[in-house]
């Protein structure tokens, strides 16, 4: 079964700053990949999502993410980081080709904090 | 055009009660999601309806969780009788087909005292 590890359960950044959030996973081919935003009081938003092809993809509100397959990674970036952007956010992996449901195996998420 | 819609926002029930949650999809989605977060873990799948019919509920914890999705449209979810360890949030989500995205309703929050 698939698995997903999101490493930092909190990340603090000033506004204005980068940000890379970590993302793992453990499967054993490649699996589509997601990263959902969830700000307070919303639902899950998709904020990007790879199938296959170019390994950096872009998303919405400047957000884009790596796929890197010898690291079994996914890890979201955003080069400079809005007061807006302070919300939880959730990585997560679908299996390619399982020929199951496409139910999406989630990480913990990880809350980030946005400092003035 | 709504998003999906989940009510109530928050639930506060003593050990023993009954709760029911519900979810109303994107309209014209068949596909309908049930998903739980207790406090700092994942976000775990629980069951999925296509149009009244359950597809998977191989994530229902037990038997004390009864979701039902009468005519198609929006699905209730009952817990009887609500347990400590049911507390959480659950998400509700839609798809207009199997393998299309999901959206998500912001999600019920219960709390069993």
């Known amino acids: 079964a698939q698995s997903v590890t999101q490493p930092d359960i909190h990340i603090t950044v000033s506004e204005g700053a980068s940000l890379e959030l970590r993302c793992n996973y453990s499967y054993g081919a490649t699996p589509y990949l997601f990263w959902y935003v969830q700000s307070p009081g919303q639902g899950l938003q998709l904020l990007l999502k790879?199938?296959?092809?170019?390994?950096l993809v872009q998303g919405i509100k400047g957000f884009e993410a790596e796929f890197k397959r010898s690291q079994s990674s996914f890890n979201l970036r955003k080069p400079s980081v809005h007061w807006s952007d302070a919300a939880e956010y959730f990585c997560?992996?679908?299996?390619f080709g399982a020929g199951g449901s496409y139910i999406p195996t989630f990480g913990r998420g990880t809350s980030l904090i946005v400092h003035p | 055009e709504a998003g999906v819609t989940q009510f109530p926002s928050h639930s506060v029930i003593e050990k023993g009660q009954t709760v029911t949650l519900r979810c109303d999809p994107i309209?014209?989605?068949?596909?309908l999601y049930w998903y739980r977060r207790v406090m700092g873990k994942e976000i775990k799948f629980l069951l999925h309806f296509v149009k009244e019919s359950k597809q998977d509920e191989s994530g229902m914890p037990n038997n004390r969780f009864l979701a039902e999705r009468t005519g198609g449209t929006y699905s209730t979810l009952k817990v009887q009788p609500a347990e400590l360890e049911d507390s959480g949030v659950y998400f509700c989500?839609?798809?207009?087909?199997?393998?299309?995205?999901?959206?998500f309703g912001p999600g019920t929050r219960l709390t069993v005292l």
């Open positions: 989500a839609s798809s207009s087909g199997q393998y299309n995205e999901q959206f």
């Open positions: 790879y199938f296959s092809g170019d390994t």
């Open positions: 309209s014209g989605h068949d596909n």
């Open positions: 997560a992996v679908v299996p």
